[in-house]
Each structure stands twice: as C-alpha cells, then as structure tokens.
C-alpha cells in the first residue's frame, strides 16, 4: 500500500492529471481520513492508525513546497498538475484554506502553467472556508462512487456523519465549475454497473452538470480482496447515455 512521508512528493505520473506534484498535508505517520475505501491505495485506515496525527501547519507547506517547486524548475521537470493528495482527506486539515492560497501563490512563481488540483471526498464543504478555497484551484475534483446511501456505506465506508443528498446539495454550490470523480468497480456486495446504482448516480450528474466527469477504475492493490477491475469498453458503454448528452467524460482503466 501506498505512503506519503513528504509534503511534496514527486512528480508521478497520473492517469487523470498527467505528471503531477503531490502535495500531502496530513500526518506524515499513518493514515487519516474520514472515508475507508475498500479500494483505497493507502490501505485500512485501522493499518495507518499508529503514530502521531500532527497536521503540518501553513508554513511548514510552504516550506517544503517552496523548496520541491524550486528543484523541479532547476532541473525543468514537466508538471502538469499540483495535486492534493497524500495519507487521506486533505480537506480535514485545519489550516486548508491558507494552504491552498500559498500553493496558488508558489505556483504562479515557479510554474504557472500548472494546474492546482485537490482530490477530496467532500465531506468537509460545510467547514468554514473550506469550500471558498476549493472554489479557487483549477480543479476541484471531488467524489460521488455511488448513487445512493448504500452503495456510499459498501464502497466508501463513511466513518463520519454522511448523507448523499447533503453532499449533493453542498457540491451544488460549485455551480458545475467542478470534476465529479467516480470509481467504477465490481466486488462481493456492489456493482456499480447495477441498474439502480447506475440510474441514480447518473441522475446526480445530470442534476449537478460538473464540468467534467472523471470515470475510473482499480489499478492497484486494494485493501478488500475479491474487487474487480473494470475495462474501458464497459466503462463505456455504462456512461454513454451521459456522452451521448454532452458530458465530458474521462475514462481511464
């Protein structure tokens, strides 16, 4: 599984985002989020549960970005996206919103063609600031895997107060000026190729119109055994109705 043990790591490749910067701002030791993905890279978060659950504040980010975004220009590295990422839900950091604006500010200085990405479940838009600052990165890229409570309970395992229709309502907010990601994936309980699923998480785009939709599916090990990976061709095909609308969609196997 994967860890995160700098603030800024990489550049990586991204199927979704091309070469990207990850930044981590969550505890360097273990895992800290507010989802348990059967299908999350960095494993159960019960495995990430040792070790302290320092956030790193404003300045240390800038810090150690600042110092990342000045290697990567001296050694011309390609960056295509600044991206949110790390050992859990970025969003939970209390510092978030001031983070963001130094990231937006060391990136016009060093690499201003990047985009500045967060990958976020988006539980946290009812915080204070949180989502005026989500508002002000290029791509605001926030996930909806299923399309009703039950599915969210099997593939996301909430381990914090969730209701679909609330994160609905605040993604509503974004005015579509937002990414709508989804994971795509068959397991023991939950196909999101069922034909419930699949109506109403396609009546979710219809009625949120996200700029884009990020369609995808497993690539690496995952904590629960026996998922299944999807193929593009099926991914396709399940999405084409949203297509054939006008959506922009993004698939990747």
Request: net charge negative; with cysteine; hydrophobic share 40%.
């Amino acid at each position: 599984m994967l860890h995160f043990d700098n603030i800024a790591f990489g550049p990586l490749h991204s199927r979704r985002l091309g070469s990207s910067l990850g930044v981590n701002i969550l505890p360097a030791e273990g895992k800290l989020c507010n989802f348990d993905c059967v299908y999350c890279e960095c494993g159960w978060n019960r495995d990430g549960a040792a070790g302290n659950k320092i956030f790193p504040g404003a300045a240390d980010v800038r810090e150690a970005l600042s110092e990342k975004l000045r290697q990567c220009s001296e050694s011309h590295a390609v960056i295509d996206s600044i991206t949110f990422s790390g050992n859990g839900e970025p969003t939970l950091n209390p510092d978030f919103p001031a983070i963001v604006d130094i990231t937006l500010e060391l990136r016009d200085k060093y690499f201003p063609d990047a985009k500045v990405s967060v990958l976020s479940n988006a539980t946290t838009l009812g915080r204070p600031g949180v989502l005026e600052a989500l508002k002000r990165v290029d791509n605001p890229i926030m996930k909806i895997d299923a399309g009703e409570d039950a599915g969210i309970k099997l593939v996301n395992r909430p381990c914090c107060r969730y209701s679909l229709g609330e994160t609905v309502a605040a993604l509503k907010q974004f005015g579509g000026d937002f990414i709508l990601q989804t994971m795509f994936l068959g397991g023991p309980d939950f196909e999101s190729s069922g034909t419930g699923n699949l109506k109403k998480w396609m009546d979710i785009v219809r009625y949120l119109h996200p700029r884009e939709v990020m369609v995808y599916t497993i690539d690496r090990e995952t904590p629960m055994k026996g998922l299944r990976k999807y193929t593009v061709e099926l991914m396709e095909n399940l999405v084409r109705p949203l297509t054939e609308e006008g959506f922009v969609i993004q698939i990747r196997g």
